[in-house]
Each structure stands twice: as structure tokens, then as C-alpha cells.
């Protein structure tokens, strides 16, 4: 267990949440909160898409081996955040019981993975597709504190992460369920915690699918009012124009 690496991710963490606390004073700590975890999605993401598709070994064949010094640190890093990231919402309960659960299952997953010292490969793979649609769902939050959600990139943001979350965390994790539940390498308590990953995913995928229909329908409504709008501007120009005749 590597506890040196994760005590120094976790005040890395810290001290950055820190540092933009100070600089945007003019702002809440929320702001802060959420440029950390912008920042601690980026990095993650980048770090184990590495460790996945170039370091390796590839998590849908080689799930439940050895963990590689690469995986390790990777999830040391990810778990200081999570330590720091739930001690936040727990200090400015922000999060509903769904997001909490999923704060706990994910630090219960990286734990076992560097106690054990094996499945690192597909711990990672479930990070990566956890984190990929984060930065998304940051930016969003950012564009309407700034008053720009409202917009062709607010509506761009929302398109990429609902695509992205349906095609990697549920279309690509359900493939990766399914390697993790057949692995005979795969121990017990590792694939519990694949079940409720998995499950919590469906939660917010439902979540996520039920957000999309009610915009959509409500762009769709305002569409049609501008379209009768529309008409009827153009009508009355038309009567205007015959009075004038």
C-alpha cells in the first residue's frame, strides 16, 4: 500500500484547492472545489488512458493480474482526490446520498486494488471511464455561474458528455463488466465492487437520460413558439404592407 504517495496526493490536492481559494477570492469555495476537480479530471484522465492503452496490460484480458509501478501511482494519485473530495462534501454537504455513494464506492475500489496489489489494470480502466466525462460536467457548472449556459456551447457541452457518458461509461463499462465478472483471476470482493460500479453507473445514466429529453423537449417547444412567432410577425407585415397597397 503505497500510504506515502497518497498522503502527498492528498495535500498536493489540498494545497491547490488552496491556492485558488486565494486567488479567487471573489468567489465561493465551491469555485475552488470544482477548478481542483477540473484540474484532478484532466490529469487522471490522461494519466490512466496511458496506463491503458500504452502502458498496459489491456484491462479486458488481464483483469485481476498484478498491479505495475505505473497503475500504482496512478492510483494513488486518484485516491487523494477522492479522500479530499468527499472530506469537502462532507464539511459543505453538497452532494446528494447517489454521489456519496459513488465518492465511497470508488475509494473502496482503489483501496482494495492497492491492498491487495492486484486488478490495478482494470481499476484503472474504470477511473478512465469515470473521469473522461468529468472535465464536461465541470465546464458546464462553470458556464452557468458565468451566465453562458444558455448557448450553442452550453448545448454542445451537454451533447458530448450525455455521448460520451452513454458510449464509454455504459456502452464500453458494460464490455468491461463483463471481462471483470468471467476473469477467473478477478477475486470476489473485486467483482462485488464491479456490481456496484456498474449499478451506480445505470443510476446516472437515468438520471442523465432523463435530463436530456426534458432540454430537448423544452428547446423543442421553444422552437416552435419562435416558429409561430414567426408566422405571425410575417403576417402582420403582410397586412401592413396590403392597408399601405
Request: glycine share 8%; hydrophobic share 45%; proline share 3%.
Amino acid at each position: 500500500m503505497p500510504v506515502l504517495e497518497v498522503i502527498c496526493s492528498l495535500i498536493g490536492w489540498l494545497c491547490l484547492y488552496l491556492l485558488f481559494c486565494c486567488t479567487f477570492t471573489q468567489r465561493g469555495p465551491e469555485w475552488s472545489c470544482r477548478l481542483v476537480t477540473l484540474c484532478h479530471g484532466v490529469v487522471i484522465v490522461l494519466l490512466t488512458a496511458y496506463v491503458v492503452f500504452v502502458d498496459g496490460p489491456w484491462p479486458f484480458t488481464h483483469a485481476g493480474t498484478e498491479n505495475t509501478e505505473l497503475q500504482i501511482f496512478a492510483l494513488a494519485v486518484c485516491l487523494g482526490y477522492f479522500f479530499f473530495d468527499i472530506g469537502w462534501c462532507v464539511c459543505y454537504h453538497t452532494e446528494g446520498p447517489v454521489m456519496m455513494a459513488h465518492h465511497a464506492a470508488s475509494i473502496l475500489g482503489i483501496l482494495l486494488a492497492l491492498l491487495m496489489g492486484v486488478s490495478g489494470c482494470e481499476t484503472c480502466g474504470v477511473v478512465f471511464g469515470s473521469e473522461i466525462t468529468n472535465p464536461l460536467l465541470q465546464t458546464r457548472w462553470f458556464l452557468r455561474q458565468l451566465g453562458l449556459y444558455d448557448s450553442l456551447l452550453g448545448d454542445a457541452v451537454d451533447l458530448l458528455f450525455i455521448l460520451l457518458f452513454a458510449t464509454v461509461r455504459v456502452g464500453v463499462g458494460t464490455v468491461m463488466f463483463y471481462c471483470e465478472i468471467t476473469s477467473p483471476r478477478t477475486s470476489l470482493i473485486m467483482k462485488l465492487g464491479g456490481v456496484v460500479m456498474y449499478g451506480l453507473a445505470w443510476v446516472f445514466m437515468v438520471d442523465i437520460a432523463r435530463f436530456g429529453y426534458k432540454k430537448s423537449r423544452a428547446k423543442y417547444k421553444r422552437w416552435i413558439e419562435n416558429q409561430k412567432l414567426k408566422e405571425l410577425n410575417t403576417r402582420k407585415l403582410d397586412g401592413q404592407s396590403d392597408k399601405s397597397d
